[in-house]
C-alpha cells in the first residue's frame, strides 16, 4: 500500500500551514495531475488492489476476467488439459435464442459461444500474471519446459475486440491458437429437462475469408451469431485479433464481424490499447474511496472494474453471470433481486453512465404491458422474473420462465412487484443526478401503470383497512394475503408517485387512490419475530432473501424512527440471520446495509467478514448453482452505505464506521440530490467535510464534526447556514456552488489521500502467499 505521501492537493493552492484555502476540486486541476507519478492517489489504489495469478487458475470464479458490457472472456487452465492449454472464453451479452415459446430461459436464453485455446508447444509450468486494474489488461508470462510466452490481453472498451498479443521466447514460437464452438443450446439443458419440442442449434460452421477466419452459428428462428478472429504477426509477437456479432432476424452478423475485425487488426496492439486506457483512465477518476482495511480496499476497486467491465448504458442489462456466460441454471436477467444489486453501486460512485436499467425499461415499456394478463394491459405494466434483453418473457412455465401472474391466483405464481423494485432504482438515478428527464419521462409514466396494477386488486376489509390478495415474497415458497413484499413497494409507489406528481406539476386523477392507499392500508404484518412474509406466513425458516424486508433496505420507509421501530427492524434483522442453512453471499450485504441504517458499523463489517470468507471466490467472483454477479456487487453498495447514506433528505457522513477504521478518504462521492461529497475521517474524527451541489437541491448534511463549526465557500468566505440538530446543518447552495464544513478555527489539510493500511493483506486471485 502506498505511504500518506501518495496524494493531490484537494484545493487550487496549498492548505499546509493551517491556511485555510479557497477553492475545491476543479477539473482542470485533476486533468494536469501527473498520473505517472507517485502523487496520484487513483494509481496508487488501483495499482495496489492488481489482481495477480502465480498458480493457474482452473475455473471462471478463480481466473482474469475482461469485458466491456458486450464482449467477456474469462481465463483459466483448459479443463482436462491444465497443463498444456489456457482457455480464453469467448461470450456475448446480446447473443441469445429467439423461440419465446420456450419461454426466457430456453427459448430466449443467452447461448454460449465458445473459447479459444492458447496451447504451447511445450508442458506448462508456471506463470506469472497482473490483471492490472488502471488499464483494464492482463498483463504477464506463461512458463513451460520449451520456453515462455510473455502476454497482454484486453477487450478494448469500445471496439468490442478480444486483443490477445504473445511474445514467445525461441522455443516457443510454434504456439497455436485453436477455436472451439460451443453448442448453441441454453445452458439450463445441464440442470432441468428440456421442454417438450425444444432442440439445440445446428452446429457453427467455421470457414476462413480471405484470411480471416469466422464461425457462422446458424439459429433455428432465423438469424445468427459470428465469432470471427485474425492473428496478425511481427518480427517477435503475435496478435489474436476476436470480435462477436448477433443479428436476428436478418443474417447480417458475418459481414459486420468480418469487417471490425479487419479494421482491429490493421493496428498494433499498442496502438488499439492506448484509447482504451484513457478511457479506463477517465472513468476511475470519476470518485475515490480509500479505507484501512487493505483486503476490502482491494475488493471495492476490484468492483468497480468488474461493473464497467460489465455494464454499459446501450449493452443489455446485466444477466446473472454478465457477459461471462458459464454453465448455469440462470441464463438469462433476474429482476426479483439480481438487477437492483447489481447496479445499485453505481451511483455513489459517480458512475451513472453505466445505467442500463433505466434506459432498457425506457426503450422496452411496450413489452411490459403484454407481460401483464390481458384484461389489465391498458393501463398496467409489470416485468417477469425472467427476462430477455428487451425484457420479454415468452411462454411461462416453471422450466421455460416466470411470469408477472395474477394477485389471488395460484398460478402462474403471483411475484408482481418486480417492476416497482425495479424502478426503485430508477429512483435512484433519478435522486443522484435530479435529471428531470429521469422523472418525467421513466419513473412517473411506469411507476404509476405499476402501481395500478396492484390497484386492481386492493380491496377493503372488514377493520376498513385496504388488503392485498395472495401474491408471492420471492423465493420464500407459498403465497399470502398481505404479503410485506407488495405492501412495502405499494407504500413506496404510492409515495414516491405523490412526490413526483408534484415536482412536475401534474394534477394526476389517481392520486386521491395513492393518498388513500396510504392512509388505509393495512399495517405490515408482524409477530414477535419481527417483519412477516405476509398475513398467512410467518417468518420460520431459513430463507436467503431480504424480500420481506425491503421497508427496511433498501426502501427507508421504516428507519427507526421510534424505540418501537428500531426495536422491530433489529428483532426481525436477527431473526432473518439467525436461521442457518439457506443464507447466501447476498444475505449479508444487506444485513451489512440494515445494520449500517442503524448506525451499527462493527456488526455491518462482521457481516461483510462473513461474506469475504464464506462466499466470495479467488478473483471476486462469486457462486451458487452457477455463477452470479450481483453478491460482490453489492457488497460495495454496503461499503457505500457505511461511508455515507443521503436518504430522506439527509446526507449522513461517516455514519456507520468501525473503530478499526480510523482513516477514512472519501471524493467526489455522489449523493441523493446530486451532491458531491469529499470528506476526510482522521485518527477516528471527520476533519473535513465538502459538497458540491450539481443541481440547486435542498442541502442537509449530518457532517459529525464535533463541536462549533466554520462552513466556507469555494473562496473562503463564510456562509450562512441554519443548524437543524447536533451535528447536522442546512446550507443553501446553487447549482455549482460548494460548502467546506471544518470544526471551528480548524484549518485541515485539504488533500485527497490514500490511507494507510492497518495490517497487510493477501491480494486477490491467487499468490502463492
Not at 407481460?371 to 405494466?381: M, N
Not at 410485506?484 to 414516491?496: A, E, F, P, S, V
Not at 440547486?696 to 443548524?723: E, K, M, N, Q, W
Request: hydrophobic share 40%.
Amino acid at each position: 500500500m502506498s505511504s500518506p505521501s501518495r496524494r493531490t492537493v484537494l484545493a487550487t493552492g496549498s492548505a499546509l500551514g493551517g491556511a485555510l484555502l479557497a477553492g475545491g476540486v476543479p477539473a482542470q486541476a485533476e486533468a494536469t495531475t501527473d498520473h505517472t507519478s507517485a502523487a496520484d492517489p487513483w494509481r496508487a489504489v488501483l495499482d495496489d488492489a492488481d489482481l495477480v495469478w502465480q498458480r493457474m487458475p482452473t475455473t471462471w470464479y478463480e481466473g482474469p476476467f475482461l469485458g466491456n458490457g458486450f464482449l467477456g472472456s474469462g481465463i483459466y487452465a483448459e479443463p482436462g488439459a491444465e497443463t498444456s492449454a489456457v482457455r480464453f472464453n469467448v461470450q456475448h451479452s446480446e447473443v441469445q435464442d429467439h423461440r419465446p415459446e420456450y419461454g426466457s430461459l430456453f427459448g430466449l436464453a443467452r447461448l454460449p459461444i465458445g473459447h479459444f485455446t492458447l496451447e504451447p508447444v511445450g508442458t506448462i509450468t508456471g506463470l506469472d500474471w497482473r490483471l492490472g486494474l488502471r488499464d483494464a489488461e492482463l498483463t504477464g508470462t506463461l512458463t513451460t519446459d520449451r520456453g515462455t510466452l510473455a502476454l497482454r490481453a484486453l477487450v478494448h472498451n469500445d471496439r468490442s475486440v478480444l486483443a490477445v498479443e504473445v511474445t514467445p521466447s525461441a522455443g516457443e514460437r510454434d504456439f497455436r491458437w485453436v477455436f472451439h464452438p460451443a453448442d448453441a443450446i441454453s445452458p439450463r439443458a445441464a440442470f432441468k429437462p428440456l421442454p417438450d419440442g425444444y432442440t439445440g442449434n445446428p452446429p457453427a460452421e467455421v470457414a476462413d475469408h480471405d484470411g480471416v477466419s469466422a464461425a457462422v452459428q446458424p439459429l433455428l428462428s432465423g438469424g445468427q451469431h459470428v465469432t470471427a478472429w485474425r492473428e496478425r504477426r511481427d518480427r517477435r509477437a503475435r496478435t489474436l485479433y476476436v470480435h462477436v456479432a448477433h443479428s436476428y432476424p436478418r443474417t447480417t452478423a458475418l459481414d459486420r464481424a468480418l469487417k471490425e475485425v479487419r479494421r482491429a487488426s490493421q493496428l498494433p496492439y499498442s496502438t488499439l490499447a492506448l484509447t482504451h486506457r484513457a478511457w479506463w483512465h477517465a472513468y476511475y477518476r470519476k470518485s475515490f474511496l480509500s479505507l484501512p482495511d487493505a483486503r476490502i480496499q482491494r475488493f471495492y476497486w476490484i468492483q468497480l472494474y468488474k461493473v464497467a467491465s460489465a455494464a454499459r448504458r446501450d449493452a443489455p442489462v446485466m444477466a446473472t453471470s454478465g457477459p461471462w456466460l458459464e454453465p448455469t441454471p440462470w441464463p438469462n436477467t433476474w429482476w426479483n433481486l439480481n438487477v437492483q444489486l447489481e447496479y445499485w453501486l453505481i451511483h455513489g460512485s459517480n458512475h451513472l453512465e453505466l445505467d442500463a436499467v433505466t434506459r432498457a425499461l425506457s426503450e422496452f415499456r411496450d413489452n411490459l404491458a403484454k407481460e401483464v394478463a390481458a384484461p389489465y394491459r391498458a393501463d398496467s405494466l409489470g416485468i417477469p422474473r425472467t427476462t430477455d434483453p428487451q425484457l420479454v418473457n415468452g411462454a411461462a412455465g416453471t422450466l421455460t420462465g416466470y411470469g408477472v401472474g395474477i394477485p389471488g391466483q395460484d398460478s402462474p405464481t403471483p411475484e408482481v412487484g418486480d417492476l416497482t423494485w425495479a424502478l426503485h432504482n430508477v429512483w435512484l438515478s433519478y435522486r443522484h443526478t435530479m435529471d428531470e428527464s429521469i422523472l418525467r419521462d421513466v419513473l412517473f409514466p411506469l411507476l404509476r401503470k405499476a402501481v395500478n396494477y396492484y390497484l386492481h386488486f386492493l380491496e377493503p376489509g372488514t377493520d376498513g383497512k385496504l388488503h392485498l390478495p395472495a401474491t408471492f415474497s420471492p423465493e420464500y415458497g407459498g403465497n399470502s394475503r398481505d404479503c410485506n413484499y407488495d405492501l412495502m413497494l405499494l407504500t413506496w409507489g404510492c409515495r414516491t408517485l405523490l412526490e413526483s406528481a408534484e415536482l412536475l406539476g401534474i394534477d394526476d386523477e389517481s392520486a386521491p387512490r395513492w393518498r388513500e392507499v396510504l392512509a388505509k392500508r393495512v399495517a405490515y404484518p408482524t409477530d414477535a419475530n419481527g417483519f412477516m412474509i405476509g398475513a398467512d406466513i410467518p417468518f420460520a425458516k431459513s430463507h436467503r432473501h431480504y424480500s420481506h424486508l425491503l421497508a427496511v433496505y433498501p426502501l427507508y420507509e421504516v428507519t427507526g424512527r421510534t424505540p418501537d421501530e428500531l426495536a422491530l427492524i433489529e428483532r426481525s434483522l436477527a431473526h432473518w440471520v439467525g436461521f442457518e442453512g439457506a443464507l447466501q453471499g447476498y444475505t449479508f450485504t444487506g444485513a451489512a446495509s440494515m445494520s449500517a441504517l442503524l448506525g451499527k458499523g462493527e456488526d455491518a463489517l462482521g457481516y461483510l467478514g462473513q461474506l469475504m470468507t464464506r462466499f466470495i471466490q479467488a478473483n471476486t467472483m462469486y457462486k451458487e448453482s452457477g455463477p452470479v454477479i450481483e453478491t460482490p456487487l453489492s457488497a460495495s453498495q454496503s461499503l457505500h452505505d457505511m461511508v455515507c447514506q443521503s436518504w430522506g433528505g439527509i446526507v449522513r457522513v461517516f455514519p456507520a464506521v468501525p473503530a478499526a477504521w480510523a482513516d477514512l478518504t472519501v471524493h467526489d462521492f455522489r449523493t441523493q440530490g446530486a451532491f458531491s461529497l469529499s470528506a476526510v475521517r482522521r485518527n477516528g474524527a471527520t476533519r473535513w467535510v465538502r459538497l458540491v451541489s450539481g443541481a440547486g437541491a435542498p442541502c442537509v448534511v449530518r457532517h459529525g464534526i464535533a463541536g462549533p463549526v466554520d462552513v466556507r465557500d469555494d473562496r473562503g468566505r463564510p456562509l450562512r447556514y441554519t443548524s437543524v440538530a447536533e451535528g447536522t446543518l442546512q446550507v443553501a447552495l446553487r447549482k455549482g456552488e460548494s460548502a467546506l464544513i471544518t470544526a471551528r478555527g480548524d484549518r485541515p489539510d485539504l488533500t485527497i489521500a490514500p490511507v494507510r493500511p492497518n495490517a497487510d493483506a493477501p491480494r486477490w486471485g491467487l499468490p502463492l502467499s
